[in-house]
Structures are given as structure tokens and as C-alpha cells.
């Protein structure tokens, strides 16, 4: 019995067939092409394809990073969805209640954070 499809190989294939209007070519030519968008720094062919098998389930930082510019995405795009998991309104209440506790620099140090992981602001201007 064949497994389904992992998020990451599903999310990669579309992003690929995508940018090469339909059809993707070979891992090296993706290893090359990744290398042009990161100033020559690249994800090997063999690791390209372990990500398009499912072979990969986890991403590195940097891999993440290299994916992100290639494809005009933030790093975090390519972290799976966490699924069931729904804000109740008891843990948004216990959050904010949690809030009402920080000082304005831990406050200021949150939203910047949330800045840089939206892309609002880069990690450098902080």
C-alpha cells in the first residue's frame, strides 16, 4: 500500500509546477536553479529529491531559507500547518491574560517578532 503524499513534497511539487509553468524538470536543474536565487549557496540534488519523495519530512533552517528565496516566500511557509489545533475561547482569554502581564519591552520584543515572522520588518532594521 502506498503512503499519501507528505505536505512538504505536495507544497513543493505545486510551488515548482508553478514557477516552471507546469512542468518540473529534473532535481539538478532545481539544484541549479535554487543556487542562482542564494548566490550560489544550494540544496543538493539528492536532498531536493528526498524532499519531492517525502523522504524529507524535516527541513533545516537553512534549507528553509534557501526555499523561501528561490520561491519569494518567507521561511515559514514551508513549516506544515498544525492541524486541530483551533483557539478556543478559553486560550484566547488565558492568553491575553497571560499579556496583561509583560512589561512594555517584553511587549515590544513580541512585536517584533511577529514583524519579522510576517515579514513586516526584517530581523537587520530591528
Known amino acids: 500500500m502506498q503512503r499519501p503524499e507528505s505536505w512538504l513534497a505536495a507544497t513543493v511539487k505545486a510551488l515548482l509546477a508553478e514557477k516552471y509553468g507546469g512542468r518540473i524538470p529534473g532535481v539538478r ?12 549557496d ?19 533552517d537553512r534549507t528553509r531559507v534557501l ?17 486541530g489545533i483551533e483557539p478556543t475561547p478559553d486560550s484566547v482569554h488565558a492568553l491575553a491574560a497571560r499579556l496583561a502581564t509583560f512589561d512594555q519591552a517584553q511587549l515590544d520584543a513580541i ?5 519579522i515572522a510576517s515579514g513586516q520588518r526584517r530581523s537587520e532594521d530591528r
Open 29 to 40: 536543474k532545481i539544484s541549479a536553479d535554487i543556487a542562482a536565487a542564494n548566490d550560489g
Open 42 to 60: 544550494t540544496i543538493s540534488h539528492g536532498h531536493v529529491h528526498n524532499i519531492l519523495t517525502g523522504e524529507a519530512e524535516n527541513l533545516t
Open 67 to 83: 526555499l523561501a528565496r528561490f520561491f519569494g516566500k518567507q521561511p515559514s511557509f514551508f513549516h506544515p500547518p498544525q492541524e
Open 111 to 115: 512585536r517584533t517578532a511577529l514583524d
